[in-house]
């Protein structure tokens, strides 16, 4: 690293800390020539390539702006959208590459929007997944379906099963009414 007193080409490392939620690295050095200090900071670039072979820089602003489309009129605010772009963030970074195809940021935005909204979600898929035909909304709201009975099943596990309240017969002139 490069001394900005003395343009020296050489400096060694005193101290190293992670800042940005280990986003960045902050790096206290010291040049060899002159022996000032000075401080660097180190941002590691996770790159999205999109399918015309362009490659840009990961943008939490442009997931969010995509999500708030799909969004749009249901009841979700800024501050779950921006929780929703840090974990896609997340997510992303956990894999260890620095570039990503779009394709895997578009996968990426669907586990965290499904659960924080599933009329977004459907938006949002139908457009990233190109449905076209009612076909692929129906298959794909019998697997939100599952999805949710499975995690019902789950959660209710050991928990005695609802009766559904009175199983007598109706007495005389009482109707008995049943859920559907």
Not at 24 to 34: N, P, T
Not at 36 to 48: D, I, N, Q, S, W
Not at 98 to 112: C, Q
């Amino acid at each position: 690293m490069r001394c900005p007193h003395c343009r020296h080409p050489d400096s060694r490392v005193v101290d190293s800390r992670e800042a940005e939620e280990g986003q960045m690295i902050r790096r206290r050095r010291a040049c060899q020539e002159c022996g000032r200090r000075f401080t660097t900071v180190e941002e590691a670039v996770l790159a999205v390539v999109k399918r015309s072979g362009v490659s840009e820089p990961f943008s939490r602003p442009k997931v969010i702006a995509g999500v708030r489309r799909a969004c749009q009129g249901r009841p979700v605010g800024d501050d779950a959208l921006a929780v929703l772009a840090q974990q896609v963030e997340e997510s992303i970074r956990a894999t260890g590459a620095a570039e990503v195809p779009s394709h895997d940021v578009g996968l990426a935005i669907l586990g965290p929007l499904r659960a924080l909204d599933e009329v977004a979600y459907m938006r949002f898929a139908s457009v990233y997944r190109s449905f076209t035909s009612l076909a692929d909304f129906e298959s794909e709201i019998a697997a939100l379906r599952a999805a949710q009975h499975t995690a019902d099943a789950a959660g209710n596990a050991g928990a005695p099963e609802p009766t559904g309240g009175d199983l007598s017969p109706p007495g005389p002139g009482l109707v008995h009414a049943t859920q559907a």
